[in-house]
C-alpha cells in the first residue's frame, strides 16, 4: 500500500520568528523549490499560495489564522470557507488534505498493466498530481502558523467525470471539490475523478488502480457515472443503460468490497434543459439503472439526479443558470455556487443513507431541501490556483 501514515510533521511560521518547538520561519519572500516549502507564485493581494512536500497520503493540517478566510487546499478544494476573526484575534482550524502522486507499484515482469496513471496533457503539473501539500488562502487572511502532520484515518474515495472532479480554474466548480468542506477534520476526500471520463476509461487509465492501491477496509468508494457512457459517438467508452453499464458498476462495487471498502453509487445529475417549467431527463436511464444496481447489490445510493432536478425546477430557468459555468452558457458543469449547492445534496444524502459516515459530517452539513435554496449560501471566494481559464470538460 502506498499510502502512509507516518512521517515527519512539518511546523511553519509564517509571520512569528522560528521559536524553541521545532517550528521553521518563512519568510514573506520564499519560493517553493521542489523537495522543500515555500509560497507558489500564484498571488492577488494578500491571497497566496503555500506549498510543502510531502509524500502522498492524508495530512491533519491544523492553522492558526485571523482575518476574513476561506482555505482551499491542491487544485481549490473547499476545506475553510468564510471563517471570520475580530482585528488581532486568531483561531485554530484542523481539517485534512489528501495528497496523491500518479505513482504505481510496478507490475510483474510479462504482467499487464503500468507504473503510473495516465494522465491527460490538462492533469500534467497540476496541483492535484505533484508531490507537495499545496493550501491556498484568500480573502484577507492573516496566517500564522501551518502544522501538517499525517493521520490515518477513513477516506472516501471519489470516481467519476467532469461534474465531480477539482476542476482547475475558474469559473468551474464541481461537487466533489465543495465536498471537504463539509466534513470534520475525521475523514478525508480523496477526489480521483477527471473530466471526461467513463466506466471504461477510469480502468484502462489505471485511473481504478490507484484508487484500489490505496483504499483500505473501512474507506469508502463513490461512483458517480454516466455523462459520458451515454456517447454512443464515443466506441470505445460507450456502455448501455441496459446491459453494459450496470454490468461495468457492478464490476467497481466487486473491486470495492474485496479490498473491505464500501462502495456508494451516485446518480448523475441532471443537465440543465427545459421542457417549459420541467426539467428534460437526458440522463434517465442511466439513474434508473443505478438505483436498480443499488437494490439489487444491497448498497447505498446517493440520487443526485433527482435532487438536481428538484433544484433546477424550484429555481426555474433563469435563474438555475447562475449556478452553471461561462455564465450559464454551460448546461452541464457548475460554477462554484452550483457545485456549492451539489455538495450540500450529497450531504444530506449521505445524512439519511449511509450512517457512519454521516458521523463524520460537520451539524449544518446534514440537511439541504432543493426546493428551497438560499442562492447566496453559494458564493464561495473565487481562486487563484492554477489560475489559467481552461473548459470544464465533459
Avoid at 44 to 54: D, M, N, Q, T
Avoid at 126 to 146: N, Q, R
Avoid at 214 to 221: E, F, Q, R, S, T
Avoid at 383 to 390: K, Q
Amino acid at each position: 500500500m502506498l499510502m502512509a501514515a507516518s512521517g515527519p510533521v512539518l511546523r511553519f511560521d509564517l509571520e512569528a520568528g522560528a521559536r524553541g518547538d521545532g517550528r521553521v520561519a518563512v519568510a514573506a519572500d520564499k519560493p517553493y523549490e521542489k523537495g522543500g516549502f515555500g509560497y507558489e507564485p500564484e498571488r492577488r493581494g494578500k491571497e497566496f499560495l503555500f506549498s510543502a512536500a510531502v509524500p502522498e497520503g492524508n495530512y491533519r493540517v491544523t492553522v492558526r489564522i485571523g482575518g476574513h478566510v476561506t482555505v482551499k487546499a491542491e487544485s481549490r478544494r473547499l476545506m475553510l470557507r468564510d471563517l471570520s476573526t475580530r482585528p488581532g484575534q486568531y483561531v485554530t482550524a484542523s481539517f485534512i488534505v489528501n495528497v496523491r502522486t500518479a505513482q504505481l507499484a510496478p507490475p510483474p515482469a510479462n504482467a499487464p498493466g503500468g507504473s503510473a496513471v495516465r494522465l491527460k496533457d490538462r492533469e500534467k503539473g497540476s496541483y492535484s498530481w505533484d508531490e507537495k501539500l499545496t493550501l491556498e488562502f484568500l480573502g484577507d487572511p492573516h496566517v500564522a502558523s501551518i502544522d501538517i502532520e499525517p493521520v490515518d484515518v477513513p477516506t472516501v474515495y471519489l470516481a467519476g467525470d467532469s461534474t465531480v472532479t477539482d476542476q482547475r480554474s475558474e469559473p468551474a466548480a464541481s461537487w466533489g471539490q465543495m465536498l471537504p468542506a463539509l466534513f470534520g477534520p475525521g475523514v478525508a476526500i480523496a477526489n480521483h475523478a477527471e473530466s471526461g471520463e467513463t466506466l471504461k476509461s477510469f480502468v484502462t487509465e489505471l485511473r481504478l488502480d490507484k484508487v484500489l492501491s490505496l483504499i483500505k477496509p473501512g474507506d469508502w468508494l463513490f461512483i458517480q457515472f454516466g455523462h459520458n457512457d451515454q456517447k454512443a459517438n464515443w466506441p470505445q467508452t460507450y456502455a448501455d443503460a441496459e446491459v453494459a453499464y450496470p454490468a461495468w458498476l457492478r464490476t467497481y462495487l466487486a473491486e470495492a468490497r474485496r479490498r473491505g471498502a464500501h462502495p456508494v453509487l451516485v446518480t448523475s445529475p441532471e443537465r440543465r434543459n427545459y421542457d417549459g417549467a420541467r426539467v428534460r431527463r437526458t440522463l434517465a436511464t442511466y439513474g434508473e439503472a443505478a438505483r436498480r444496481v443499488a437494490r439489487e447489490e444491497h448498497v447505498p445510493l446517493i440520487d443526485l439526479q433527482e435532487r438536481t432536478v428538484t433544484l433546477y425546477e424550484a429555481l426555474g430557468e433563469a435563474r438555475a443558470a447562475t449556478l452553471f459555468n461561462e455564465g450559464g452558457k454551460d448546461r452541464t458543469h457548475h460554477n462554484n455556487p452550483g457545485a456549492w449547492f451539489l455538495a450540500r445534496a450529497v450531504a444530506a444524502e449521505v445524512a439519511t443513507q449511509i450512517p457512519e459516515l454521516a458521523a463524520h459530517l460537520k451539524p449544518e452539513a446534514r440537511v439541504f431541501d432543493p426546493a428551497r435554496p438560499r442562492l447566496e449560501e453559494g458564493q464561495i471566494l473565487p481562486s487563484i490556483a492554477e489560475s489559467a481559464v481552461r473548459p470544464a470538460g465533459s
